[in-house]
């Protein structure tokens, strides 16, 4: 029986089967794939198929070569999430933290600040105008028409300033209590008065006179903004003054007699007019925390810088008389960085007719000696 010396090598595990016939495709041990037929004994180039050894982590070209230089260690790729592949990937949006009612109405802060100084405007404006019925109804009378709209103006402003007003007292608590917090947080600190000592400090009566001075002053100096302090010690003066004149214009509402009326209603009308400055204020101070103005612009920093240069003289000193007329025209052709060409120019005649009279008068005094 012949023995075939064409092969049949397997490529799971290398066995090599004689071809008997026709080719077989998978090998009868491991079930690998059986290459195409080949001579046993035949060369490598006739080869459809060749064995490679190399040890793990060699390249697989022969091309390559290793690097005689080692690469630094890279960090093992990890992920901070289970990775969820799919058909269109969209990257994640950083979940927010979840916001209080307090944050909602700090959005609206300077809303509602411009709100309340315009409502206070009014109100004033109200007061006034009854303060001027009862001066014109000393000598002649008045329409009830005019009464009834001046009744229910001074009523509808001063209940809607009031309502709005303390809408923009805990705006401006929430504001204050997350301004301490990014301002403790960016020295890595956090504000050691807690949310419920600031709330209670600035809504309590008689106390809130006091405390929220306090706070808005710890607050400027993390800012280290001689500016800000400014501003929180001019509203913290308005508004202890705001709050004594309050209470001044109620007990003008118990007078008896009609002259202690009408001064209650002018008195209320300045008490209007300081809430409003308070309100201004109020906005004053929260623009400067955030650097900006009253208008709500970039606040421009202004530096003093030296300016000019070394003092250059105009003329230049005239030299010798004895000195050639090559250095004098060199010396008059010679610029000055410092100044225009335009100025030179005429600093050049003027030396120059200046070295001619000192060479004139040199020739003079010679000829003289000379005759003597």
């Not at 925390?289 to 709500?296: A, H, K, P, V, Y």
């Amino acid at each position: 029986m012949a023995v075939s010396t064409v092969v049949q090598p397997c490529a799971r595990c290398g066995a090599r089967w004689a071809v008997q016939g026709r080719p077989m495709h998978w090998c009868p041990r491991c079930r690998g794939v059986l290459l195409s037929p080949a001579p046993v004994d035949a060369p490598p180039q006739r080869r459809n198929y060749r064995w490679v050894a190399r040890p793990p982590g060699r390249p697989r070209s022969r091309e390559t070569r290793p690097s005689s230089r080692t690469s630094a260690p890279v960090a093992t790729p990890r992920y901070t999430e289970i990775p969820r592949w799919g058909l269109r990937d969209r990257p994640r949006r950083p979940i927010s933290a979840p916001r209080s009612r307090l944050d909602r109405w700090t959005d609206r802060l300077i809303r509602l600040l411009t709100t309340t100084a315009v409502l206070f405007a009014l109100s004033a404006a109200a007061e006034f105008g009854r303060y001027l019925l009862l001066m014109w109804n000393r000598t002649r009378l008045i329409e009830p028409i005019l009464v009834y709209l001046s009744d229910w103006s001074v009523r509808v402003f001063a209940v809607l300033a009031l309502v709005v007003a303390l809408m923009t007292a805990v705006a401006l608590v929430g504001w204050l209590i997350e301004a301490r917090r990014r301002a403790y947080a960016a020295d890595g600190q956090r504000d050691p008065r807690g949310m419920w000592a600031l709330l209670l400090g600035c809504v309590v009566p008689v106390v809130n006179l006091l405390w929220p001075g306090v706070f808005l002053t710890e607050l400027a100096r993390r800012h280290d903004d001689p500016r800000m302090l400014r501003a929180v010690r001019i509203w913290w003066s308005v508004w202890v003054l705001n709050g004594v004149m309050a209470v001044v214009a109620l007990s003008f509402r118990t007078a008896s007699t009609l002259q202690a009326q009408a001064n209650g209603v002018i008195f209320t009308v300045y008490t209007d007019l300081v809430a409003t400055a308070v309100v201004v204020l109020s906005l004053w101070v929260v623009r400067s925390c955030e650097g900006l103005d009253l208008r709500g612009r970039r606040r421009l920093a202004k530096r003093w810088v030296p300016t000019g240069g070394p003092a250059v003289p105009v003329i230049e000193p005239v030299h010798p008389a004895g000195a050639g007329s090559d250095d004098a025209d060199s010396a008059a052709a010679v610029p000055d960085p410092a100044g225009p060409a335009a100025p030179l120019a005429a600093d050049a005649e003027v030396v120059q007719d200046v070295r001619a009279e000192a060479v004139s008068g040199a020739d003079s005094e010679q000829e003289e000696v000379m005759a003597k």
